[in-house]
Every structure is written in structure tokens, then in C-alpha cells.
């Protein structure tokens, strides 16, 4: 069966400082990858998604930046962080196969930027 | 640009009540609906999907949903709700001709708040 990893799962960072966030599915080939912020009492935003190696597009223009070095593993960084950036990060992945889009998602990381 | 509509962003009601969370979206061409929940600071769970054939969904912990093409809408209900459904429920849809961008649309949210 697929599963889906993030990590970490909390994470307090001053002002200024680099990200990096890390997600890895296990159990499927070639999945599409995405990531998604909810800022506080507020829905989902689609950042960024991916549909292969070295693949990426850009839903949202910030300071954040997405990787995929790997088949199933996709990175979320920025160089600088903003107090905007505070959130709860999500990644999911779905079947490149399926034209109906169903994602799974992981448990999510929760970032606090002071 | 398509879009999806969860007019209520929040929604109380008392244990054991329905309930019937309201999602709308833009077009009905060729579309898929999901709804999905969020327990507090987990990821999220898919409940139910409509793909095809019957307009009656039926997902996990009781909940069902109806797809009504004329009225592009895909409303979630539970006949009896218990404490442990409160949570944020997510309506979502992709478009079959989407092919290109391969994301699902969400709403808002709906926070269910399941009261005593």
C-alpha cells in the first residue's frame, strides 16, 4: 500500500532563515506531487505541483521555491523566511494515470515563523 | 477560471442532528467531486467521491453526498452526527479536460462544530 511522509512535523524558525520541508511517498512510481499551505482558520492553497523529475510548476509567486530530485520525493525550501509564511504545509500526491485527480495527502507539517 | 463555492464557513449543530454541508461548483462539464476532511492539525482524510453512474455517494463514518448536474452542486449529509465528526470538511473538483494542470480546486472549508 502507498503512504506518504513529511517531516518534520513542527518546526519554529526566526525571520530570515533558510527551509527546508521534505516529503516522500513510498509504494507507487512516478506519482504527481504537490504542495499545499493553510495559513490559520483559512482554506487550502495549491503552491506548487509536479508531474516528474525535475518538474515543477509554480501556482502561487512568493519566496518559497519546490524541488524533485528524486521520483518520490519532493522538497519545499526558501531562503529567507517571512512571517507570512507561518503555516500548515501539506504535500499529496495522485496518480499520473487517473485523469480524476484524487490526492492523498500526509500528516502535514506545521511551521511557525517568529 | 473554474472555481468551488462552500457558502458556509462554519456550521454548529447539536449531537445526533443532520446536517448538510453545501458545496457549489462553476461548470458541470465532465467534472469529479471529493470531499474531504481535516481533523485539527492532521492532514486530510478523503470521505467520498463521485466519478460516475450513481448521483447518491455514499463514504466513511455515514456520510453521503448527491451530485446535481442542473444545479452544479455537491452537497454533503449526515443523517445523525456525533461529537467526533467536528472537524473542516473540504469540497473538491477537478475537471476531466484539466488534463494539463492535474490539481484539484478546493473550497474554503466548512468547519462543523458538533455541539452536546
Redesign the interface.
Given at each position: 500500500s502507498q503512504t506518504i511522509h513529511q517531516w518534520p512535523a513542527t518546526l519554529v524558525q526566526p525571520v530570515g532563515s533558510p527551509l527546508s520541508l521534505e516529503c516522500t511517498v513510498e509504494g507507487t512510481s512516478n506519482p504527481n506531487l504537490y504542495w499545499y499551505r493553510q495559513a490559520a482558520g483559512r482554506g487550502l492553497q495549491l503552491l506548487f505541483y509536479s508531474v516528474g523529475i525535475g518538474q515543477i510548476s509554480s501556482e502561487v509567486p512568493q519566496n518559497l521555491s519546490a524541488s524533485r530530485p528524486q521520483d518520490r520525493q519532493f522538497i519545499l525550501s526558501s531562503k529567507k523566511l517571512l512571517l507570512s509564511d507561518s503555516g500548515f504545509y501539506l504535500c499529496a500526491w495522485s496518480l499520473l494515470a487517473l485523469s480524476y485527480n484524487e490526492q492523498f495527502f500526509g500528516p502535514g507539517t506545521r511551521l511557525t515563523v517568529l | 477560471a473554474q472555481s468551488v463555492t462552500q457558502l458556509d464557513s462554519q456550521v454548529p449543530v447539536f449531537e445526533e442532528a443532520p446536517v448538510e454541508l453545501r458545496c457549489n461548483y462553476s461548470s458541470s462539464v465532465s467534472v469529479?467531486l471529493?470531499w474531504?476532511v481535516q481533523y485539527p492539525?492532521?492532514?486530510?482524510?478523503?470521505l467520498l467521491?463521485y466519478?460516475s453512474g450513481s448521483t447518491l455517494v455514499k463514504g466513511i463514518n455515514g456520510f453521503e453526498a448527491e451530485f446535481n448536474k442542473s444545479q452544479t452542486s455537491f452537497h454533503l449529509r449526515k443523517p445523525s452526527v456525533h461529537i467526533s465528526d467536528t472537524a473542516e470538511y473540504?469540497c473538491?473538483v477537478?475537471w476531466?479536460m484539466d488534463?494539463g494542470?492535474?490539481?484539484?480546486t478546493?473550497?474554503?472549508?466548512t468547519r462543523l462544530q458538533v455541539q452536546p
Open positions: - | 469529479y471529493f474531504y492539525n492532521q492532514g486530510l482524510q478523503l467521491k466519478l473540504f473538491a477537478t476531466g488534463t494542470r492535474r490539481a484539484l478546493f473550497g474554503s472549508g
